[in-house]
């Protein structure tokens, strides 16, 4: 039997307190921008209302923008304005996105050595191009290089998005680079089916990789502060690691492998977990004095998508150039291969004459991301979320934030979180369309129930975690434990209302207790590698999964309520109640808090208080 059952059930039904709605429609007015910086702009306007006895009220709406990368700093009007995401083509030919924190430049032609130029907003400078394409056998540590950059001269497709078709040999594959306010994403986009890995004597466990050459590049700050100088890596899928390389301002996201499906502006900044695959990363130094940063994907996790992919007629695996052995022997045979290059330098990047047709693809990214440092979510604040937000350092979460989202914007957590709510200072986590809890959002359709705009609500990255008293609302993925965040995890004590996923655990141990989860889809998934949870008192109204990855989540769950669940997945554990019908449980738990009223006299002052709460939002 549950200890204090009651009282758990009441702080799983915890209130949400939301402001109060004048009756009369307000009149429109401008929204201005009251404050600006590096990753923020304050928002205000002032409305006014007749309320319900004719007086005419005046009402402030407020709330803060945050988005990293979201300004720069014109030493030329002295001011912070507008990132703008955009490329501008010089007279020689080169595109340029100068006016942002991050500012890029791409060479005309991807054989060029050194064809990517990226300036992070702290000043650090990266040079860089594309080297080759390979397999790798992660247990003998064998490679083979199957296709090298060749002669490519960009297309600008969008303002802020640059494709060097066809640029590689043996097999089509394209270079596409997009600069955003977020960061720099450099993706390689296969065209074509590479041949399997057995064609050149390696096994299907093999992984393909991404060779991709940096020039004297600065060292990543962890890698520059450990005493043995030895990388941070971890464990993200079956013999495949992805190293933590942190450069100050600018971070190295976890990149993915994912199926373009004829969206070809699909980014992996915005994809789902559950439609791309882990890409892990490295940074090595494969010839003396020669920086690489090293892409892979297991090759089995990607070869359905590869084999919708047209066959590639030049590829041969038999020639002479296919030879097997340490890519750094490769490499070395190979001195400064890049530069050797016959380059087409008569040309210049140019500007698509028509929109480019949708082509299916296979996409490989990596990601510079721009981070904000030692932010507090402060209790007195709405924020708007509007692309990837990378909060790094220590970052606080303040009882009575609100935080809303537009769609396919992130919030990413590094470093230290604190989480300082309580039962009557909640944070809430929600749609841009949610009236109900904050201050109004410009453009709001008051309806949040129609999509789930969040990509990930939260998204731990490289941190444990203890979120309590929390609310999050109509997101596509509600929490996400990435594989080197460590464990354990906590969570306690909160809402998952309206989300397509619930959970992401991945690699790691997590807790949760006095959780409820209503209409959320798949209330716990995982696509890569296992996990472990221990759950205590949650309540699911409505679900298709419960555990919607018995394969990989080993979930042990205890004096729990399982309502309209249609697959509850495979579990451990006691004490569970389940019922195929809401309307059920709808009784079940009024009369759970008849009971509730008839151990109040017995009810500390605490209790008491938590008794009240229920009868306002849940009349016996």
Known sequence: MKTNSWLALALTLFPFCARGQIEVSPTAVNTVVVDRGPDHVVLQNVRTSVDTLGQTVAE???????????????????????????????????????????????????????????????????????????????????????????????ELVAPNQVIYRDAFTDFQADVRVTYTKGGFEQDIVLREQPPAPDKFGLPETSQLQILTEFIDPPKPLDRAAATNAEPNRFLIAPNLTDERLDFGAMVLGQGKAFSLDEAETLSGLTVSDDKAVPVGKTWSELAPGRQFLVESVNYRSIQPSLELLPAAPGADATKPKKKIGRMAELIRERPQRVAALSRDNKHSIHVAQVTPRSRTGVNIDYQFLNTITNQTLKSDTTYYVTNACVLSGLTVIEGGTVVKYTTGAQVTIQGTLKCLTSPYRPAVFTSKDDDSVGDKISGSTGNPATNYPAATALYLDNNQSDLKYIRIAHADQAIYYDNDTGYPHYLSHAQLVHCRKGVMPHNTTFFVRNVLMNDVLTNFYNTTYGATGHVEHLTVNTAAYLNGSSSLITLNVTNSLLVAVTNIGTITGAFNATNSSSSECSKALAQAIIICQQLAPTATQEQQIFLISLRRIWPA
């Open 60 to 154: 402030t709406n407020s709330y803060v923008q945050l988005t990293s990368g979201l300004s720069w700093f014109n030493p030329q009007s002295q001011q912070w304005e507008d990132t703008r995401e955009q490329f501008q083509i010089t007279k020689e030919g080169y595109a340029v996105a100068l006016q942002g924190p991050h500012q890029a430049i791409l060479s005309p032609n991807m054989a060029t050595p050194g064809a990517v130029t990226l300036v992070t907003p702290d000043g650090k400078r990266f040079n860089s191009h594309v080297y080759g394409i390979s397999y790798f056998d992660p247990i003998s540590g064998d490679s083979t290089l199957i296709a090298e950059i060749k002669d490519s001269i960009g």
